[in-house]
């Protein structure tokens, strides 16, 4: 009577109690839970009046109206939870499963079994249980046709456990089913056609990401040594480049000195630190050091006590990727050669940081703060009163420094520059620009930086397609704007 899909979804309810089945249709899978024995009751609920009178015509062609009740509801909103043990929900949008279970999830009680068949978007599923607080016990395969669909059976997780992007495609498949190599087969040919239009429309970056997801969905994450890790960026960003002040390098170790998973994040907080273990991330990278000053005592809110209690490598690259044609002021440059029309020579501001460029043609500094303000995606961009009180003014020559680089102003100044930009401009760097008669644009410490990160996977999964490669969803402006 039941068609694979929902059959698929029969086998993994637990009927233990009452049995919900959301958007019922036709209340075939209720049916089949009351002849089977494999349930005394079933909540059969659906958004329109149709299917519910689909329903009730099957209810009542075998008998059993005293053992199914039929509500009307918008997903669980008016379904009543109390003793539902499971709750399926089927034939329906990933996202919109996700949505149901999130509206509903703090009426059910932590016992319930979700049992899921997501027709579309099932990674962006997979994501969203995990950040319900549910993990996935059981994941199956069927096949209708020349279409593989998934069900899943999710719980209340007993960890803080999360999903990186490439969980969320592989999903928990049992490895050694026929149906299991054939489906991520499909997904590893997908993501590489993804990968070869990226490619051709010149999104480098992207394409090798999609490219990375591809080859580990037909071949898995494989581990790969810290210290390769290591080596491999020295060699894109030395870090003897580094300044005399500064501590880049592998900062803490793990036990085994190996990793599969690794998260990148500006900084690593205690918060990035907390993903990197719910994601059981065995390796951070990061701009910003995680020891920097001489530590007399670590105390347990210390990020650096946190690393070795998690059991996580560190690797820290600061002025050495400021420095870098693929770093901070590397990335920022391509980015504006995306953004303007400039002329071929670039210029160095400073000692390795940062760089001078001219505008093909002069624009207007309040249309150059705007277009800024897209390439950094920050909120805000701070500007010089001059800048602020006459946007129509136009200028040519630019200097830019990631970072808070307002001691290279004097740089800028020197250099004949007309506008300045970068982060963390202090009170006595805005009067020093308006008595120099400077314009100085300030995009934020966060903004100028964090869109390395995006570099750093790049080159990673380039040279590693076999690590899991995750830019940290933690890593997030740490001011809000009013």
Known sequence: MLDVRLQACFDLVGGEGIVCDVGTDHALLAAELIRSGKCERVVASDIKEGPLDSARRTVEKYDIADKVELVLSDGLAEVPLEGVSDVVIAGMGGETIADIIAAAIEKASENVRWVLQPMTKAEILRKRLYELGLEIVAENLVEDGDKLYTVIAAETSLTDSRLTEFETMYGFFDDEQLLTRKYRQRESERLIKIAESLEKSGKVSESVHYRALGRKMSDGAD???????VDFLDSVYPFASQEKWDNSGLLVENSYMECSTVLLSLDISGTAISEAADKCADLIISHHPVIFEPRRRITRSDPVFKLISEDIAAVCMHTNVDKSPFGTNGVILR???????????????????????????????????????AVFGCEVVRMSREAAVSPDRSVRKIAFCSGSGGSMLDDAISKNCELYITGDVKHDVWIEAENQGIMLLDCGHFHTENLVLEEIRYLLEKEFPQLDVEIAESSTDPCAYL
């Open 223 to 229: 581990n790969v040594s810290v210290q390769a890790v």
């Open 335 to 373: 980015r504006l050669r995306g953004c303007f029309e400039l002329t071929d020579g670039v210029e160095e501001l400073a000692d390795g940081f940062g760089y001078i460029v001219e505008l093909a043609d002069e624009e207007k500094v309040g249309e150059v703060a705007e277009k800024v303000k």
